[in-house]
Structure formats: structure tokens, C-alpha cells
């Protein structure tokens, strides 16, 4: 007898979206396994955070369907979808610069463990040790008493997964989690995201332009043009396929918008 393959933590099928008379989701299909760390790379404009918006709950497709460790989550609200176990990094406004980064954690640990979690006792007072270990596991528990608004924006990053995690997701959607910063950061932020996927734990799907970073990390990459489908597969398979390598290697060097 044959083991089943393991279900897919993450399975986006047939996904169609129009803005307007503008098709930005077209017959998109991808999948995430458990603990995978996969790439979600395109132009600008291809459809990359409108996926994502539609796997966070944020944006309804007009067709297709999500389904998270089989379950099918197309027409729950994003709050549900958290419950269910997904996590969405949002690049801007998702901490409080007068909190201590700490307490940013804390704030976000008690509202995952909900009315379970003395919900009377102030923010400050709870998941202390659990905040710390969030922190450190992210590499700034060095930076935990300082306001969120005054760290440094590679540490302001790191910050933003921190408290994604608070919920202990079992699927984490990152947009753009290396955009804007230095090269020494970006790599150090790049071999962070490596060590969060693990092999039947969380998984991650992320977007990034940067096709060696991705080619580094990424375990599976799905290459996404004018909201279709354009190839996925390792790293590898996916530099090899004549359709990309038509579209994006041309004379532009790494980079898989051309930029
Ligand atoms: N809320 C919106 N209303 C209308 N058009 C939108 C909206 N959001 C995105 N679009 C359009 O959808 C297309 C895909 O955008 P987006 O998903 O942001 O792409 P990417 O993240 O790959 O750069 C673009 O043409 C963009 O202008
Ligand atoms: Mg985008």
C-alpha cells in the first residue's frame, strides 16, 4: 500500500478576479504543503497581493476556492481565517510605536489566546516570557523595552512577523517582507524566513523579487503573469522553464520583474 500524500496545508483553486474590466486573477491554482516555504514571484501588477488578499480573506474572488488543511475557507471573514490558522503580514500599521516592542508581542499574544487568557489583567502583565521568546526567536530580544516607532526598519520588520506569530499560525502569508531594505538586512531577513517554514510545522508562502534570494530559500516557487499561472516548481525546474526563462531572463540580470 501507497502512504497518501500528506494534504496540502494551503490549496488556492481556480481563483478569477476582475477590477472592473481589469482580469487581475486568472484560473490560479497553487499549493503549499506543510512546512514548505514557497515563492510567489511576478511583474508588478501580475496579482501577487491580490492573491494574497484573496487567501487572507480581505478581498472576495469572484471564483474559485481557498482551502486550509483542507477546509474550505473561501467565504469566511479574515478574523475566522485567523482562527483557522492563517497569519497576514501587513507591511504598514500593524504595530503601536509607544509600545515597547514587548508589549507589541504581548498585546498580540493576548488577543490570539482570547478570553482564555485573564483577559482582565492588562496587557502588560501577560505572556511576558512567551513575548521574550518571540522576540528572540525573531533576533531582537535585545530591542524588547524599546518603542516599536523608534527601532530601525529591519528591526520594525522582524517586529510585524513577531506579532503575526503571536497566533501560532500554521500557515504565514508575507507581502514584500524584504522591500526597502539594505542588502545585509535583506539577507540576514531571507535566512530568518528559511529557519520559520518547517517540515511538518508552519508554512510560508511570501512574495519576492529578488530571484537568487528565492532560488536560496524557497522550496517551491509559483511564477505568477497577468494573474495566471505562468510556472511553478523548485527553484531549479522553475529558472529552466522556457516560459520564464522568455519572459523575465532575457538580458535583465536576477531580478524576475526586469527592474
Ligand atoms: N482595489 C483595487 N481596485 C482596482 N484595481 C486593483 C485593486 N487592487 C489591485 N488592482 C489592480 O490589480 C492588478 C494586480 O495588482 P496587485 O495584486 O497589487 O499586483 P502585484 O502585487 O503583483 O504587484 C493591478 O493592475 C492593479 O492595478
Ligand atoms: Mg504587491
Not at 523575465?248 to 527592474?259: L, S, T
Request: neutral net charge.
Amino acid at each position: 500500500m501507497t502512504a497518501q500524500p500528506e494534504a496540502a496545508r494551503l490549496e488556492v483553486v481556480g481563483l478569477g478576479h476582475r477590477f472592473g474590466g481589469n482580469l487581475v486573477l486568472d484560473d490560479l491554482s497553487l499549493r503549499v504543503g506543510a512546512g514548505e516555504l514557497v515563492a510567489l514571484i511576478g511583474p508588478n501588477g501580475a496579482g501577487k497581493s491580490s492573491c494574497f488578499a484573496a487567501i487572507g480573506g480581505q478581498l472576495r474572488p469572484d471564483r474559485g476556492r481557498i482551502l486550509l488543511d483542507g477546509a474550505d475557507i473561501t467565504a469566511l471573514a479574515p478574523e475566522r481565517r485567523a482562527r483557522a490558522g492563517l497569519a497576514r503580514c501587513f507591511q504598514t500599521g500593524s504595530v503601536f510605536a509607544s509600545m515597547s516592542a514587548r508589549e507589541n508581542v504581548q498585546t498580540a499574544l493576548s488577543a490570539a489566546h482570547g478570553s482564555f487568557w485573564r483577559p482582565w489583567r492588562p496587557a502588560a502583565d501577560c505572556a511576558v516570557a512567551e513575548a521574550g521568546a518571540l522576540l528572540d526567536e525573531l533576533g531582537i530580544a535585545d530591542l524588547a523595552g524599546r518603542a516599536a516607532g523608534s527601532l530601525p526598519p529591519p528591526a520594525i520588520r522582524r517586529l510585524e512577523i513577531a506579532v503575526a506569530l503571536a497566533a501560532r499560525p500554521r500557515l504565514l502569508l508575507l507581502d514584500e517582507p524584504t522591500a526597502g531594505l539594505a542588502s545585509a538586512d535583506r539577507a540576514g531577513l531571507a535566512a530568518l524566513i528559511r529557519r520559520l517554514a518547517r517540515p511538518g510545522g508552519m508554512a510560508v508562502l511570501f512574495v519576492e523579487h529578488d530571484f537568487d534570494m528565492v532560488a536560496a530559500i524557497a522550496d517551491q516557487v509559483v511564477v505568477l503573469d497577468r494573474g495566471a499561472r505562468l510556472a511553478a516548481g523548485t527553484p531549479g525546474e522553475v529558472r529552466a522553464d522556457p516560459a520564464v526563462r522568455a519572459a523575465y531572463f532575457g538580458e535583465a540580470a536576477n531580478r524576475i520583474d526586469g527592474r
